[in-house]
């Protein structure tokens, strides 16, 4: 029987006080919305990144001493292990959609897997994302799924995450393509039909804080996590249109045209590379027999009920707008 919301929050919090929980890359986008709920439920967050002065925003949100930073360097082992020294749980949420996709997305997210065995740790979660396969013909769905594998052999416990696109106040995607309607009187949009399953970004680190929480319920599965909407790319890009109030005019680019376009992905500023060209090639949704949010107990966010309060910086008088979608 599925939790209930105020179940798993109450179990969460117990679980996790005092916990030393690492975060590799947990000043980021994802990162930032689960620190903040462990900080919340009394654990101790460690942030490992390249760069920790850039989550010094963090401190705050939790107690004296009740948030760590510390450099870290995926691509080597001692820095690792480093790091992660004295870990009860570690969570890895380090992805990039362009670049050397085997050091990071392989190499790289072994490496943390073989750290967080060695250190003792009884959980470790490993973000991913829908569309993982080693068999992709994208090389972020490939190494994507080819790191699943990697971590699932240091670490056979781990939890996998796989979220369709995130959206929240700060996302690279639909904020993106606000922008863009809100400067451009015409938006050109390429594979108009692929599916998309937007998750909200405080839901997803609801459901790494869960598998932290209860290993034994959660440790040695995949899940995949998606939003209560499936919207084409066509449509999606017409509802951020409405939400900000514009009107532009939608083109919607034959494959002969956006193949065209993804071959100059090499050139700096293109919108597309021939990578995320094939990726776009599949939808993004939840597989029809995998387990969701859920399983965690809970209930999926509509984009139309929190998006509109940060889109309103688009609209042509910003919050002033006598014009503001609910």
Not at 12 to 38: C, S, W
Not at 109 to 121: D, S, Y
Not at 174 to 200: E, H
Request: a neutral charge; aromatic letters at 6%.
């Amino acid at each position: 029987m599925e939790r209930s919301d105020a179940q798993s929050r109450a179990g969460n919090e117990t679980a996790m006080q005092d916990k030393l929980v690492t975060l590799i890359g947990g000043g980021g986008f994802l990162g930032r919305y689960v620190a903040q709920q462990l900080l919340q439920q009394g654990a101790r967050v460690r942030i490992a990144q390249r760069d920790p002065r850039a989550a010094e925003f963090l401190r705050p949100l939790g107690g004296l001493g009740q948030t760590q930073f510390v450099a870290v360097d995926i691509a080597k082992p001692d820095s690792l292990a480093r790091a992660l020294q004295g870990s009860d749980a570690v969570v890895n949420l380090v992805g990039i959609l362009s670049g050397d996709f085997q050091a990071i997305q392989v190499d790289g997210a072994r490496n943390v897997a073989a750290a967080a065995a060695a250190t003792g740790a009884s959980a470790l979660v490993h973000v991913s994302a829908i569309g993982a396969d080693p068999a992709s013909a994208s090389n972020y769905g490939r190494t994507k799924g080819e790191g699943e594998a990697a971590v699932r052999a240091a670490f056979p416990v781990a939890t996998i995450l796989r979220p369709s696109i995130v959206f929240g106040r700060e996302d690279q995607f639909v904020n993106r393509f606000a922008g863009l309607i809100a400067r451009a009187p015409a938006v050109p949009v390429l594979r108009t039909a692929t599916r998309f399953q937007p998750v909200y970004v405080a839901d997803v680190a609801s459901a790494v804080c869960a598998s932290l929480a209860d290993p034994a319920a959660f440790g040695g599965k995949i899940f995949e996590l998606g939003g209560p909407d499936i919207l084409s790319m066509g449509a999606l890009i017409r509802w951020i249109a409405q939400a900000i109030g514009r009107h532009p005019a939608i083109i919607e680019l034959p494959d002969s045209i956006g193949g065209l376009i993804a071959m100059m992905g090499f050139l700096p500023g293109a919108p597309i590379t021939q990578d995320q060209w094939r990726m776009l090639q599949s939808d993004n949704v939840v597989a029809p027999s995998a387990e969701g949010l859920g399983a965690f107990g809970i209930m999926p966010t509509p984009l139309a009920s929190v998006a509109p309060s940060w889109l309103v910086r688009y609209r042509r008088h910003g919050r002033f707008s006598s014009d503001v979608t609910g």
